[in-house]
């Protein structure tokens, strides 16, 4: 009997046991173990300008909606529309809050088709007012005629210069020169002399007439002048995800547009909640929060075949004045759910 070969056998077994038993307490320790590596959230980066129309977004970043649907939600300030939808467009940007001129989003639809889908609009017209003309506190000018051969300065971006020409235009202010102009610079520039009026965005109109410098021209302008009727719903600014963003991540798509409308009904059933959130992100703060006009919000799901008529009426105009090089379909940009 071979001694040696049946003591290398026994050993050979008991260091199989011995790793098996290692192995099954390693098992039974990683499955009692808590789990250490969490699935990291998905930043969620969105642009904004710092205008009044802007609320929901605003409101839903400051009462903990999006942190609550468990989403990190990146605000970025840009100076302008257009910065908004550039950062889009390159990719710095996965979307917009309601302000962002539609017109701004439309030329990167145009520069690449599919890029955005629009889930909220902020339409305004003479009662949900946010576009308006301001002029000096003590300007004898009365109305927007009277601006013929003037200096009138306009937010920055195409949109902006272009709704500006053409309400002059209508209006009969012949010879009146545009010019762009940074938001926050509009209340000063008219104090200061420097231009006779600005086609602007609201909270300028409150805030200069709480500082007691300009007063209100005509306010919702673009419907009038523009679309035809005073009460249209002018669908100027959009609050929009990426195509890239709603098809890499839908699950958090679809929170981020549920938190996002928590938003637009904190604003509609309770106002004086949602205002005090203008701080910080606009022009506005303290007690001045309580005396600016809010917009109208429109959601995706809410929009009528005369809304989308008005929009598209609106995205038209940039067409006759030859700035889009193609007709943009709004019933395409819109998010569909």
Do not use: C
């Amino acid at each position: 009997m071979d001694t040696s070969s049946d003591s290398s056998a026994k050993g050979v077994q008991s260091k199989r046991r011995t790793l098996l038993g290692a192995a099954g307490a390693l098992t039974l320790s990683a499955l009692a173990a808590p789990a250490i590596v969490r699935a990291q959230s998905v930043p969620i980066r969105i642009g904004y300008w710092p205008v009044a129309a802007g609320l929901p977004f605003y409101a839903a970043v400051e009462a903990g909606y999006f942190k609550e649907a468990g989403l990190d939600v990146q605000p970025i300030k840009f100076a302008g529309a257009q910065q908004v939808m550039e950062a889009m467009l390159s990719g710095r940007a996965d979307g917009s809050a309601n302000g962002t001129g539609a017109g701004n989003l439309a030329i990167g639809e145009i520069a690449q088709p599919g890029l955005f889908k629009i889930f909220a609009t902020n339409p305004s017209n003479a009662q949900y007012v946010l576009d308006e003309f301001l002029v000096p506190k003590d300007s004898t000018i009365k109305s927007i005629a009277e601006l013929k051969g003037k200096k009138v300065a306009s937010g920055p971006g195409i949109q902006n210069v272009t709704l500006a020409k053409t309400v002059l235009e209508r209006a009969g202010a012949t010879g009146a020169t545009v010019t762009e102009l940074p938001i926050g610079q509009h209340v000063a520039a008219l104090a200061a002399g420097q231009v006779d009026a600005v086609y602007t965005l609201e909270p300028t109109g409150t805030v200069g007439r709480m500082n007691n410098t300009t007063r209100v021209l005509e306010a919702g302008v673009i419907a009038k002048y523009i679309l035809g009727n005073p009460m249209a719903p002018w669908h100027g600014g959009a609050a929009a995800l990426t195509s890239d963003f709603i098809n890499k991540h839908p699950a958090e798509a679809r929170k981020y547009i549920a938190a996002y409308t928590r938003g637009i009904e904190l604003i509609r059933k309770t106002p004086d909640k949602a205002r005090p959130y203008l701080k910080g992100y606009t022009a506005i703060e303290g007690s001045l929060t309580n005396e600016v006009p809010l917009a109208s919000y429109m959601l995706y799901n809410e929009f009528k075949a005369s809304d989308i008529a008005y929009f598209q009426k609106f995205y038209d105009l940039f067409v006759d004045k030859g700035i889009f090089a193609s007709r943009v379909v709004v019933d395409n940009l819109l998010y569909k759910g």
